[in-house]
């Protein structure tokens, strides 16, 4: 499948027809950024921060593609912030539609849009005072100020429920599992529809509940974090559990860097549930996360969403001692073992485990405890490969700290458990965006679905441009092993 590559210049384009943008999650998981225009409108669907490689850190600084103002709405199908972590930077440079979404991504956003604004704030102050960074003096890429300024623009819709995000372009919102609210996003003009997977959840995760199928779709853009992996059958609580003991009772430090939102709530319930069993020595627990009280209470307000009951619930809450303010995280680092932290980001990126990294990774007696996809670039990823020492506010913090990898701590479906969602979608669409996956896994998904279902699937670079209404009609390109004679009519988008 080609498709029409046009990625001298995103903010020429003719009007009319429906076309796809890939403006971001290519060859990196992280930057989801879809802009699909229909005729004259355009809604852009999820607008994530880009992590991991400089080269992909300065697409956050650099002007947006399209003019933002030219932009009708958002769809976005998760609070995760490389999906929504753009958007005050995207109010602020000018968008003034609505941003559609479920009302708990709503509620979840209400939370850690201001939160990121906050640490963005901190960490540029930080490297103020420490004279850390080449740029002075450095600036936040958004403030509080503008995240909370940007939640007014916030719309809440139910799941399943139709919705009209730009006139002629109807929307509907379809449960993903992954974290609480999110979705797949199916958008459809002229009879036309294209499914986006947003990030999907795993069919049998202990907190979240199973994706649903995806949609009835002309087009299909799927994700592919781990498109070239099977998680490990091994459970999240005997992991824990090993390595848990073995640090405790040498009185070290666990640090665990974790998504403040979903995977910190799932090492709580499971550390919770290890401590009430008296399965691993008992040691005191931190969650250090401003956010933390708001995210635990939407658990409860959200109790369709997931699997916890009020009984595990306050299990967790019991457990864990919430650190919110600036002055208690700083204490902990003075604090001795045992003790386990839970603190974002998740690959170590920013926030505040960078000084409980500082603090704790010297040490040998203490254990770094890494929890989801580390991507390239970032400091999860440096540290899951062995590195020695890592540069956190210019200087080199030496990891001498065992480094343990949970492989069953993802909120990711698998490869195969991707193949299995796009392999109940109520008829083979005629073709497959594979995105949001480091180009090994991508490819290797864009193959298994080439090969495995018959269907055409294509990786698309940054910028490139998809037609998504000249794709019937054109010549067939047939997979390399066409196991459905209507995939191998189907038409990819020709290229022009
Ligand atoms: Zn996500």
């Known amino acids: 499948m080609q498709s029409t590559n046009s990625a001298a210049s995103p903010d020429s384009g003719q009007s009319g027809g429906f076309r796809l943008r890939f403006l971001g999650a290519n060859a990196t998981v992280t930057g989801s950024r879809h802009l ?5 409108r355009r809604i852009l669907v999820d607008c994530g921060l880009f992590q991991g490689y400089k080269p992909l850190r300065l697409r956050n600084w650099a002007p947006f593609p399209v003019d933002p103002a030219s932009i009708d709405a958002v769809v976005l199908t998760h609070a995760h912030l490389d999906h929504s972590g753009y958007l005050p930077r995207l109010v602020r440079s000018g968008f003034t539609g609505r941003i559609w979404c479920t009302h708990a991504t709503a509620s979840l956003c209400g939370i850690m849009l201001p939160d990121s604004g906050r640490l963005l704030e901190e960490e540029a102050g930080y490297a103020n005072r420490k004279g850390t960074s080449k740029h002075h003096p450095a600036l936040p890429l958004y403030t509080e100020v503008d995240a909370n300024s940007s939640l007014r623009q916030l719309k809440g819709v139910a799941f399943d429920q139709a919705f009209e995000p730009a006139p002629g372009v109807m929307a509907t919102l379809r449960r993903q599992g992954h974290i609480l609210g999110a979705a797949a996003a199916t958008l459809e003009y002229q009879g036309t529809r294209i499914t986006f997977s947003g990030d999907l959840g795993r069919p049998h995760d202990p907190v979240m509940l199973a994706p649903v199928p995806p949609a009835d779709s002309d087009w299909i853009v799927t994700e592919s974090t781990y498109g070239d992996r099977a998680h ?19 009185g070290g430090v666990v640090v665990i860097p974790a998504f403040a939102v979903g995977r910190a709530q799932l090492l709580l319930h499971v550390i919770a549930q290890l401590q009430a069993a008296g399965d ?11 956010m933390a009280t708001g995210v635990t209470a939407l658990y409860r307000q959200y109790r369709d969403l997931h699997r916890l009951d009020d009984a595990a619930l306050d299990t967790l809450q019991r457990a864990t001692q919430v650190v919110t303010s600036v ?3 700083k204490a902990l680092n003075r604090r001795k073992g045992p003790m386990i932290i839970v603190s974002a980001s998740g690959m170590a990126t920013g926030g505040r485990v960078l000084h409980h990294l500082i603090a704790f990774a010297p040490d040998p007696r203490n ?3 890494l929890c989801g996809f580390q991507a390239g670039g970032t400091r999860g990823a440096s540290i899951a490969a062995g590195a020695r020492a890592v540069r956190i506010y210019g200087q080199d913090v030496a990891i001498n700290a065992e480094v343990v990898q949970l492989s069953a701590a993802s909120a990711h479906a ?6 299995d969602w796009l392999r109940v979608a ?3 669409p005629r073709g497959v965006f594979v995105t949001h996956g480091e180009p090994d896994a991508a490819d290797a998904l864009r193959v298994r679905i080439e090969r495995e279902l018959g ?29 459905s004679s209507q995939a191998s009519r189907t038409a990819p988008v020709p290229s022009s």
């Open 36 to 40: 699909v225009e229909a005729g004259d």
């Open 232 to 250: 490990p059958a091994g459970s999240l609580k005997e992991e824990l559990r090993d390595v848990l003991r073995r640090v405790l009772a040498r």
């Open 280 to 290: 691993i020595p008992s040691a005191p627990m931190f969650l250090n996360s401003p």
């Open 327 to 329: 002055e208690q995280s």
């Open 367 to 369: 254990a770094i405890v």
């Open 414 to 419: 698998d490869s195969d458990e991707i193949l």
């Open 426 to 428: 109520p008829r083979p």
């Open 455 to 483: 269907w055409s699937a294509h990786v698309p670079e940054y910028l490139e441009c998809a037609d998504l209404l000249r794709g019937a009609g054109s010549q067939p390109e047939a997979p390399a092993s066409s196991a």
